[in-house]
């Protein structure tokens, strides 16, 4: 047996070892969901001997399903536009003009963020919010906004780099205004990175836990994964119900990946092409 077929073998094994890893948790997951107490109770692991469907629903009872994912939704969807919207003009205007002291000094500051994590500044940050009255979602927002902004700068500035000056010159001499030819131009060249920077936040907003458990203070306002506290007791907890209610908060995630990684593919081909 020769040694490429070796390493192609160990290569096999390893992929098929971490796949298991993902996987088994998420068949626990998916058959606990659609077992009763009962079932779970006898066999941890077994399929379910029917699918248990009224578990789904009394954990969208419990947990206000609805109107937590339309504040996660919410949260979500203007953060996002935010980070790209914002990160991508500064990314431009960073990597236009780094020949210069003072966005050099913008783009060190932007990459410096990477570095410093939520909780090293959690408690200043939570009073500074507090004074200006914003423990609210726009107060969560702007939070998700300002961390994001640290990797979509940095991410952006990199792709720029890729992108001929030519193209913006000659729609200047065209006539073609900055930010018009920023939009209709430039923006839709950063395809590729756009729908990469997309999928990362969407998946970091959507499922993160502290920054709403530190943030948010009224219940009303709480998102899909401050919402698993209810099934959670002093001395026990109802795994089934909880494990349907993940099921349902991946749920649109999982969706939201599956239709946007058709064009991360072609948006990475159109890149190599171009």
């Known amino acids: 047996m020769s040694s490429n077929t070796l390493r192609k073998i160990g290569l096999y094994l390893f992929i098929g070892v971490g796949a298991l890893f993902i996987l088994f948790p998420l068949y626990l997951t998916i058959v606990t969901a659609f077992k009763t107490p009962e079932e779970s109770s006898r066999s941890f692991f077994t399929l379910p001997s029917s699918l248990n469907f009224g578990n789904f629903i009394q954990a969208a009872e419990m947990?206000?399903?609805?109107?937590?994912?339309?504040?996660?939704?919410?949260?979500?969807?203007?953060?996002?536009?935010?980070?790209?919207f914002l990160g991508s003009i500064a990314a431009f205007a960073i990597a236009r003009n780094q020949d210069q002291m003072f966005y050099r000094i913008m783009y060190y500051f932007f990459?410096?963020?990477?570095?410093?994590?939520?909780?090293?500044?959690?408690?200043?940050?939570?009073?500074?919010?507090?004074?200006?009255?914003l423990l609210n979602k726009w107060g969560l927002i702007i939070l998700y906004a300002t961390y994001g902004l640290f990797q979509c700068v940095f991410l952006y500035v990199a792709y720029f780099k890729s992108i001929p000056r030519?193209?913006?010159d000659?729609?200047?001499?065209?006539?073609?205004?900055?930010?018009?030819?920023?939009?209709y131009i430039i923006f839709p060249m950063l395809k590729p990175m756009t729908v990469t920077l997309l999928v990362?936040?969407?998946?970091?907003?959507?499922?993160?836990?502290?920054?709403p458990l530190v943030i948010l203070q009224r219940s009303s306002d709480w998102t899909l994964p401050l919402m698993q506290y209810v099934f959670e007791?002093?001395?026990?907890?109802?795994y089934n119900l909880a494990f349907a209610?993940?099921?349902?908060?991946?749920?649109?995630?999982?969706?939201?990946?599956?239709?946007?990684?058709?064009?991360?593919?072609?948006?990475?081909?159109?890149?190599?092409?171009?």
């Open 200 to 211: 990362l936040n969407i998946i970091w907003i959507w499922n993160d836990f502290l920054m």
């Open 170 to 183: 000659a729609a200047l001499i065209d006539g073609c205004g900055v930010f018009r030819m920023y939009w």
């Open 233 to 238: 007791s002093q001395y026990a907890a109802n």
């Open 111 to 133: 990459v410096s963020g990477l570095f410093v994590p939520f909780q090293v500044m959690m408690l200043p940050l939570v009073q500074q919010l507090s004074t200006f009255g």
């Open 63 to 84: 947990s206000n399903y609805f109107g937590a994912f339309l504040n996660s939704f919410f949260i979500t969807s203007i953060s996002v536009v935010l980070i790209i």
């Open 166 to 168: 030519e193209i913006e």
């Open 245 to 274: 209610s993940y099921l349902m908060v991946l749920l649109p995630v999982i969706i939201i990946y599956l239709f946007l990684q058709r064009h991360i593919i072609g948006g990475v081909s159109d890149g190599a092409v171009k």
